[in-house]
């Protein structure tokens, strides 16, 4: 149970960084992700015209 807590305590110093690493984790993860889903929804698009 320390260690749980222990852990919960560092994402929380973690967060309120002004420079957060899991910030900065999620934010390249759901640009890459919003870059799939646009690169994945042009044929389906291209489909549509014709």
Known sequence: ???????????KVDLNNENSEILTILHSLLKK?????????????????F
């Open 1 to 11: 149970m320390n260690k749980i807590q222990y852990i919960v305590e560092d994402i």
């Open 33 to 49: 992700l919003f870059t799939l889903l646009l690169l994945s929804s042009v044929p389906m698009f291209i489909y549509l015209l």
